[in-house]
């Protein structure tokens, strides 16, 4: 039997985490949809980032993106699972799926979509609980970063400096990143846990040139400084020139531990 | 009779006029600079000045020297792309607001200082660029105080104050000569020799935020690591005002202050 979830919660509440494990436990297909969100009075609308379907894809290689398009219809659609993530800073009024915002339902027709239960993290008690803030404004920014590699040592000055207040004050940052080794990585931030997460992906890039890979960057919080972000992370990424170095140096060390 | 030591002054008018009022307060009137009189900091003419006025004697530190030969600092002296563009950036502020007369006096100024058995460099006797960590490797520790022949060597550039005794020192080499089947045993011992790093007047990287440097009683062999609160919002503001990036002042503030260095702590340009 086809079930469709709507879950929502503020940002860093651990959807995607819950998300991602509901998935792995779930024997049939999967299917995915992240909707943007909706502006509220004094509250910026949060930022409809494929961070978490790229970070779901990597981890869950035959996940479905319904947010481009339709189910397929070659899609076995017996015992499938569709989760729809949906960030909401607010609790809902109504339990259950009459809680669900109305301008959601009416996306959802876009996709021929009917939910049939819905979680709101902070309300219902099968969800994890985690400390959150309670936001009552918001400013959001999200930079694309795709076939962009960072200089490994800039982007731990950059990321320590992000999350320590330099250029605003950051209540979460999300970002998936490049590094010139052919690594993936998340790095994930939220002011009222502890340290930062960082996750190496499975997919590894070759040693050759830029990766075409969904890459970029998502932060959340109050007097941010974004030309200053922007041309700080500009400073931390690779020129051609740089990046083909590193990425002469690793083929050639690949090159010699395989002839050893 | 006390003496003061301080280093790293970085151009941060304020932390230099709070550390020399503290070191007055003391009765002291011997002080040794170790240099990096300017570099990152908004006031690099005006600290050049009180340096001048109070007639302290300084030796040439790397930023002193990198700014005199119209050279970038080397990019191996960098941790990171962002810290190399930053450095940069100040290095050509700098170069850009100091007068032809400071910058003759930071050319004229010698690698090294003696007094008696004391030497005071900037880096290491090797170079203003090379980094003597607290960690550092012991035997290379030993052999850089030893070579310098002295008995303290007194040290500034890592911004991290620390004082190193380093006690019961032995080399011991094994030598087999050309045609000869004997192997010579030699041994050397060393007596206890010690390595004072001064800190940072302008620039601290120990995690706090308060200016640091060291007292030297040459009598008692007393060393002391003193730490001196400064008027810190001016030297932020005057750092906005001057148009130096604001990172600087945001790091000098939060005693986020990180060195700019390379990994290796031994690293020796060879520029």
Not at chain 1, 36 to 50: D, H, K, P, V
Not at chain 1, 73 to 91: A, D, H, R, T
Not at chain 2, 127 to 145: G, I, K, N, T
Not at chain 2, 207 to 220: E, L, Q, W
Request: hydrophobic share 35%; charged share 25%.
């Amino acid at each position: 039997m086809s079930q469709t979830w709507i879950i929502s919660g503020p940002p860093g509440c651990g959807k995607t985490s819950w998300i991602l494990n509901t998935f792995k436990n779930h024997s049939g297909n999967c299917g995915y949809v992240r909707l943007g969100g909706y502006s509220e009075i004094n509250l910026e609308q949060a930022i409809n980032s494929t961070i978490d379907f790229a970070f779901l894809k990597d981890q869950i290689p035959n996940l479905l993106d319904l947010s481009s398009s339709k189910l397929p219809l070659k899609v076995e659609k017996e015992n499938i699972l569709i989760i729809i993530e949906f960030p909401q800073f607010f609790i809902p009024k109504f339990q259950g799926i009459s809680g669900i915002d109305l301008r959601v339902i009416k996306e959802l027709e876009i996709y021929n979509l009917q939910p049939n239960k819905y979680l709101h993290f902070g309300r219902d008690l099968e969800l994890p609980i985690k400390d959150t803030l309670d936001f009552k404004a918001i400013e959001s920014c999200s930079i694309d970063l795709k076939k962009n590699i960072w200089d490994p040592a800039s982007l731990n000055t950059f990321w320590f400096e992000l999350v320590n207040g330099a250029y605003g004050d950051v209540y979460r940052a999300k970002a998936l990143m490049n590094l010139p080794d052919g690594r993936y990585i998340l790095f994930n931030w939220i002011l009222t846990q502890k340290g930062s997460q960082y996750q190496t992906l499975n997919q590894v890039a070759p040693l050759n040139g830029r990766p075409e890979r969904h890459s970029e960057i998502v932060i959340q919080g109050k007097n941010l400084n974004f030309q200053l972000i922007k041309s700080t992370i500009n400073n931390c990424l690779l020129s051609d020139a740089v990046l083909e170095h590193h990425q002469a140096t690793l083929r050639n060390s690949q090159l010699q531990t395989s002839r050893n | 009779m006390n003496q003061a030591v301080i280093s790293c002054l970085h151009a941060n008018l304020p932390a230099v006029e709070a550390v020399l009022k503290d070191i007055e307060l003391q009765g002291i009137t011997n002080i040794t600079c170790l240099g990096d009189l300017v570099g990152y900091g908004p006031q690099p003419n005006e600290v050049i000045e009180l340096i001048k006025e109070k007639k302290i004697a300084t030796c040439q530190g790397c930023w002193d020297e990198d700014v005199v030969d119209g050279l970038d600092a080397c990019d191996c002296s960098y941790p990171s792309q962002i810290a190399e563009r930053r450095g940069h950036f100040a290095h050509q502020w700098t170069t850009e607001k100091l007068t032809k007369e400071n910058k003759d006096f930071l050319a004229n100024l010698p690698y090294s200082i003696r007094k008696d058995e004391c030497l005071f460099v900037h880096g290491s006797p090797n170079s203003q660029h090379e980094y003597l960590l607290p960690d550092m490797d012991a035997f290379a520790a030993l052999e850089r105080v030893e070579n310098a022949k002295a008995e303290i060597l007194f040290c500034g550039h890592t911004h991290q104050p620390y004082i190193r005794e380093l006690a019961n020192g032995s080399i011991s080499v094994k030598v087999k000569n050309s045609g000869s089947k004997d192997i010579q045993k030699k041994e050397m011992n060393l007596p206890m020799r010690r390595i004072v790093n001064a800190g940072s007047v302008g620039e601290p990287r120990h995690g706090g935020t308060k200016a640091t440097y060291v007292v030297y009683n040459d009598i008692t062999n007393d060393v002391k690591i003193r730490e001196v609160e400064y008027d810190i919002e001016l030297t932020c503001k005057a750092i906005i005002n001057a148009g130096l990036p604001p990172i600087f002042a945001w790091r000098l503030k939060n005693g986020f202050e990180f060195a700019e260095r390379a990994e290796d702590a031994s690293h020796f340009c060879e520029r």
